[in-house]
C-alpha cells in the first residue's frame, strides 16, 4: 500500500478553481465495487490544517448524503499519527473501516498565456490535448489581472483490510479564487467518479 509516498504537497490552493474540475483518468480493481464501501476514512494531505479540515470534512458531509459512515482523519487521529502508510494503516483497520481516501497533490504550474491554442487535430503534443479550452478561455480573456494555474491532484482509494489500492483517479483544475467556496464542485466530481463504476 502506498498511501502517501512523498506525501507533502499542498492541496487547498488547487480544490479551488474557476472552472470546473476534470477527470483525466481513472483506474480500478476487477472486482472493484462502489457499493461495498460503508466505512471511509478520509485523509487529505495539505500545507495548512485548516484547508485539510475543510477538505475532509467536506468528502464527509457529500459521502454521508450518500449514505455511507465518512470521517475525517483530522478528526479521529491521534497527534502522534503519521501521514504515512506505517500510522495510518494500523489505525484504519484497528477502528474498522473498510476503505481509506487518500488527495494528494501531483504537480503545478503557470499557463502560459501567449502559448499558441492548438485545435483538436493539429500536431499538439498529446499532453497539451486536454487542456486546450482552458488555453482558449486565458488567451481570449487578456483583461482579466488573474494568475492562472493548473493543479493535478491524484486520489486513490484503498482497501483497509488488504491495503491495496482498488480505485485511483487523477483530476485536474484550473486554479484561481477562494479555496473554501470550491471544495465542495471539487469532491463532487470525485465522488460521482467513483460511484460511476458499481
Known amino acids: 500500500m502506498k498511501y502517501f509516498r512523498g506525501a507533502a504537497g499542498a492541496v487547498g490552493f488547487l480544490l479551488c478553481s474557476c472552472a470546473s474540475t476534470t477527470i483525466q483518468s481513472i483506474s480500478y480493481t476487477p472486482d472493484f465495487n462502489s457499493s461495498r ?23 464527509v458531509r457529500q459521502w454521508k448524503e450518500r449514505g455511507v459512515e465518512a470521517v475525517a482523519s483530522s478528526s479521529v487521529l491521534p497527534s502522534d499519527v503519521t501521514l504515512d502508510k506505517a500510522g495510518v494503516a494500523p489505525f484504519a483497520k484497528a477502528q474498522g473501516y473498510d476503505t481509506v481516501l ?25 499532453d497539451s490535448q486536454n487542456m486546450t479550452q482552458y488555453f482558449q478561455a486565458v488567451v481570449a480573456s487578456p483583461e482579466y489581472p488573474i494568475d492562472y ?36 464542485p471539487f ?7 467513483i460511484y460511476q463504476k458499481s
Not at 469532491?187 to 467518479?193: D, E
Open 37 to 59: 464501501i460503508h466505512k471511509v476514512l478520509i485523509v487529505s494531505l495539505t500545507s495548512t490544517p485548516e484547508i485539510r479540515k475543510l477538505s475532509e470534512n467536506e468528502f
Open 102 to 126: 487518500v488527495n494528494r497533490l501531483m504537480s503545478r504550474q503557470e499557463i502560459d498565456k501567449n502559448i499558441r491554442v492548438h485545435q483538436i487535430g493539429d500536431t499538439a503534443p498529446q
Open 149 to 184: 494555474q493548473v493543479a493535478v491532484l491524484t486520489t486513490n482509494l484503498y482497501d483497509a483490510a488488504t491495503e491495496m489500492k482498488i480505485w485511483s483517479g487523477v483530476s485536474q483544475t484550473l486554479v484561481t479564487g477562494d479555496v473554501s467556496r470550491k471544495i465542495g
Open 187 to 193: 469532491t463532487k466530481t470525485i465522488l460521482k467518479s
